[in-house]
């Protein structure tokens, strides 16, 4: 890495929040990874900076929030790694409105609109991600998508212009928003969401966290779903159907309390993991005439 850039990278951040050769399994919930080049969170100040700066080095950089849903290389990343952390994470409510930073957790957004007495984001409070990572891959779980609760999005293009796009125009879909490949990066969201009752709000929230405890399996670390739900069927059904139900490869296993889920079982590598996906993969094709993708979004070098 180039010398002239960390310095400058180090005078725009503070040596607090920049992290050389940081290993990315400190930072996915699958607890895989190489060690990123830089990994720097950055304020909302901060970033347009840290981007413009990588552009002018010539420096991949690479937007990511908690790592729920990345699989990283057993060698790493390189370039910069650009995690929107609590640093970027205000949540702010206004009436029904409530308005979160990038960097903000899923649960914190759920548990402030139970304290406030709003309804409509219980779905999404045992998701492990950011609202950032959320609004990108358009999330969704138990019913509900986070195109269901957005009014509008706050991005920054690469150029470092910022726009407030409407939910029309992030031409959400399942598990797909125009984020990803317009190269934006959300600052900020701006949800609508219902007065409720705070005590039946969290009700709510108990009831699904302790459906997800009692079909998922959150003793071991993975990225939930790994793969999307395919037209017409059931993922994990597929899988279970294929007769993978506890599948394994080295320390990587299709769980067997649900199928839809890889889960890191053992010390697994990411290669392991990457390797039992595109043997499921084939497997279910072969079986079914179903090309199974994946909702784990990959990154670095395998």
Do not use: W
């Not at 960390?6 to 990874?33: A, C, D, S, W, Y």
């Not at 900020?188 to 709000?201: F, N, S, V």
Request: aromatic fraction near 8%.
């Amino acid at each position: 890495m180039n010398n002239e850039f960390l310095n400058e990278l180090r005078k725009k951040t503070g040596t607090g929040f920049i992290f050389e050769k940081e290993p990315m399994k400190q930072h996915t919930t699958f607890r895989v990874g190489g060690p990123a080049d830089v990994l720097v969170t950055p304020s909302a100040e901060e970033l347009p900076e840290i981007v413009a700066l990588c552009q002018k080095f010539g420096v991949p950089y690479y937007i990511v929030g908690n790592g729920s849903n990345l699989l990283v290389g057993d060698k790493g990343i390189r370039g910069v790694v650009i995690e929107m952390t609590s640093r970027m994470g205000d949540i702010v409510c206004e009436g029904e409105t409530v308005i979160a930073g990038a960097g903000a957790s899923l649960g914190r957004v759920a548990a402030k609109a139970a304290e406030e007495g709003l309804t409509g984001i219980e779905f999404a409070a045992g998701i492990p991600g950011t609202v950032g990572g959320a609004v990108v891959m358009n999330a969704g779980a138990y019913g509900g998508e986070m195109k269901d609760i957005i009014t509008s999005v706050l991005v920054m293009d690469e150029f470092g212009e910022k726009k407030e796009l409407s939910a029309r125009e992030l031409d959400f879909s399942y598990r797909h928003s125009c984020i990803p490949e317009k190269r934006y990066i959300v600052l900020r969201i701006t949800m609508r969401l219902r007065k409720g009752c705070t005590d039946e709000i969290r009700a709510k929230m108990s009831e699904l966290r302790e459906m997800r405890i009692s079909k998922q399996p959150l003793e071991y670390p993975s990225a939930g779903s790994t793969f999307k739900r395919p037209e017409g069927y059931f993922a994990g059904k597929l899988i279970m159907d294929a007769g993978l139900r506890g599948f394994q490869v080295g320390g990587a296993q299709v769980a067997e309390k649900h199928c839809g889920f890889v889960i890191n079982k053992d010390n697994a590598s990411a290669a392991d993991i990457y390797r039992l996906m595109q043997e499921v993969t084939a497997k279910v094709e072969a079986e079914f005439g179903v090309t199974l993708e994946p909702e784990v979004k990959m990154l670095g070098e395998f």
